[in-house]
């Protein structure tokens, strides 16, 4: 049953190889995907650390009870969540995500 098997794999035509052409075309897009990755992660990063300096001033200033935020998409939201929570702030959402309408965050103590 081996032999038959071995016999069957060995009588098969390998698959055919890439051009070099190809292969270049694969290895260039795998550098410019990574180098959009690292830019979304730099944004990100960046976006983030403006955010917690604006959450930590508000938090300072004890004459403000309230801060809202411009409206933004679903990542962007996510990250003011995340540093509201840690800094111990309830945030709450308003409007609707569909149909081009964003949400728009509010913090509170």
Do not use: C, W
């Not at 979304?40 to 200033?61: A, H, L, N, S, W």
């Not at 801060?67 to 409007?95: N, W």
């Amino acid at each position: 049953m081996a032999d038959l098997l071995g016999s069957i794999l060995n009588s098969m035509q390998k698959p055919p190889e890439k051009s070099e052409k190809e292969k270049q075309a694969v290895k260039e897009h795998k550098e410019k995907m990574t180098k959009v990755q690292e830019q979304i992660r730099k944004e990100k990063e960046k976006f983030q650390t403006g955010m917690e300096e604006k959450i930590d001033k508000f938090v300072k200033d004890t004459s403000v009870r309230r801060y809202k935020f411009d409206a933004m998409d679903k990542l962007h939201r996510t990250v003011v969540y995340d540093i509201s929570e840690t800094a111990g702030l309830i945030s709450q959402a308003f409007g609707r995500d569909d149909m081009g309408q964003r949400l728009v965050f509010s913090l509170y103590y």
